[in-house]
């Protein structure tokens, strides 16, 4: 309801509907389902609860404040995370793709939190109406049931494992698991590179793979172009105006993977060709060389027609106002992006020597290209500020430092293992794996929130002093329902299985090591 509302909102105003909104459905599904099973928990204790004397109500509506006042603030802290890591997203990361995924993403983990404090709510007090009239167990009949609870078996197992949990054993055995866990992440993290393919965005069996793998392995390897513009080309009548162009378009044929000048497309050789047979078959005078009239002489042969296309001219001064040059380059390396990158990043050098006469580089496919450079940087950038604010939204619920500290620890750690493992399975720093490391930062500190709060929450009850009674208690509160959620999460991710895509396949695995992770 809220991923639908949020799409045909966002639509509505003016969003482009882009095929990767299709992933968020399964995404805000398998983050909103958080929400209710730990209502529902929350919901079915405090009927426990009630039961033997432990709280006190008199109607549904104090019932239902009852649920809120337990788990509203671990649900707010976990909505306002998730949506801060997507709304982070939207302003730092650098692909369209991906903002419009973080966009409806983060509406959606809105509407989700707002329809589950409200509509869900509502319906869990009508199906709470309904069970209690059945049931007859308002509070005034409950007095006689009342009995002290024996301790059953998962209780004494529970209890029995939280003290094995705050042994000095442990404590040191999960430091040492804890130092390998970091280590391998760190060493495979720092061996990320960036890296971008189109066909990374195209469905597993769609023939554009194939079409772009034919163009990276025969067409780009043979013919790659770079179009030079030059939009103050000033007086050509001055020599001088005329040597820097063609010492531009000189530097740019310097270059060792150029294919030569005689696949260049520049209209002043042509031009110049032009002028020396023009001279020789007429008196020789050069006074009206370089002006618009000839110009327009020159471009109505039909072998130099064509460059027309190259020359912008004003529609008022038929002045010429700007054109563009394009050289050809070659080499077994040119599908390589890496390569690609380094030769962008020379022919813009080149341009930038060359400012006078307004030159500029255009390649189609530095869109993709320039992406590589900055992804790693704006990753861990995103990722830092993104855990800065995370810090300050639990701080907010848990005004304990040594609790926010151990919450966005455990973030961060999770963090840091999702990338290094996808490192080692070869999943490259891609849009699609940045999208992921937001993604991760958002859920991996549900449960850690959750935890760390009811944990917090505890050292208010006078009764529970040692920290495995602390420790037994939340885990009794918030374990089964987090358990209830990391399966039904991996199910609802699982059918992402049936679109058979590099995003998906990225997603799964992403999204299972999360949960893995988090039940570590």
Not at 76 to 92: C, D, K, P, Y
Not at 198 to 214: C, G, T, Y
Not at 278 to 306: A, H, R, V
Request: proline share 4%; net charge negative; charged share 20%.
């Amino acid at each position: 309801m809220a991923t639908s509302t949020a799409l045909g909102l966002l639509i509505l105003l003016g969003l482009r509907p882009g095929s990767i909104l299709c992933v968020t459905p399964f995404l805000i599904l398998a983050i909103g389902v958080d929400d209710a099973f730990l209502m529902i928990s929350a919901w079915n204790r405090i009927d426990i609860e009630m039961r033997n004397g432990i709280v006190s109500y008199k109607t549904i509506r104090e019932r239902m404040a009852l649920v809120l006042t337990d788990i509203g603030p671990s649900i707010t802290i976990t909505s306002l995370t998730n949506m801060l890591a997507f709304g982070i997203g939207i302003f730092t990361t650098p692909t369209p793709e991906i903002q419009l995924l973080c966009i409806a993403n983060a509406v959606a983990i809105f509407l989700d939190y707002l329809y589950t404090i409200t509509l869900y709510a509502a319906a869990l007090c009508i199906g709470g109406e309904i069970e209690m009239k059945q049931k007859n167990i308002y509070a005034k009949s409950i007095a006689s049931e009342r009995k002290t609870p024996e301790p059953s078996m998962v209780t004494t197992l529970l209890q029995n494992y939280c003290k094995y949990l705050s042994s000095g054993f442990t404590t040191i055995l999960t430091f040492i698991l804890l130092a390998i866990y970091l280590t391998r992440s760190i060493k495979y993290a720092l061996m990320a590179k960036g890296c971008l393919t189109p066909e990374k965005l195209f469905l597993a069996d769609s023939p554009m793979i194939e079409v772009n793998e034919l163009h990276s392995k025969i067409i780009m390897p043979s013919y790659t172009f770079v179009t030079v513009f030059i939009s103050e080309p000033g007086d050509l009548r001055n020599s001088s105006r005329r040597e820097r162009m063609k010492e531009l378009v000189s530097e740019f044929e310097a270059m060792p993977e150029c294919k030569g000048s005689r696949f260049t497309h520049f209209w002043l050789r042509d031009y110049e060709t032009y002028l020396e047979s023009k001279n020789e078959e007429g008196d020789g005078s050069d006074s009206d060389d370089y002006i618009s009239t000839d110009l327009f002489k020159f471009l109505k042969w039909p072998e130099y027609e064509s460059l027309g296309g190259f020359m912008k001219f004003d529609n008022q001064t038929n002045r010429l106002t700007a054109f563009y040059v394009t050289i050809v380059y070659h080499g077994k390396n040119q599908s390589d992006w890496i390569q690609r990158l380094k030769m962008l990043k020379a022919w813009r050098a080149i341009a930038d020597r060359y400012k006078d006469i307004g030159a500029s580089v255009y390649e189609e496919e530095a869109l993709f290209t320039d992406q590589i450079d900055s992804l790693v940087a704006t990753t861990l950038q995103t990722s830092l500020v993104i855990l800065v604010c995370m810090a300050m939204v639990c701080y907010i619920f848990m005004p304990d430092l040594f609790t926010v500290l151990i919450a966005i620890s455990s973030t961060a750690s999770i963090c840091v293992g999702v990338f290094g493992f996808l490192t080692f399975w070869n999943i490259d720093f891609d849009p699609v794996s940045m999208a992921t490391m937001i993604m991760s930062i958002g859920l991996s500190v549900d449960f850690p929130a959750h935890i760390t709060f009811h944990y917090h929450r505890t050292g208010l009850n006078p009764n529970l002093k040692s920290v495995h009674e602390r420790l037994a208690y939340s885990f009794s509160v918030i374990g089964f329902p987090l358990l209830q959620c990391s399966f039904s999460t991996i199910l609802f991710v699982l059918v992402l299985l049936l679109v058979p895509s590099y995003m998906s396949e990225v997603c799964i695995i992403s999204k299972i090591l999360i949960t893995i992770l988090l039940i570590y």
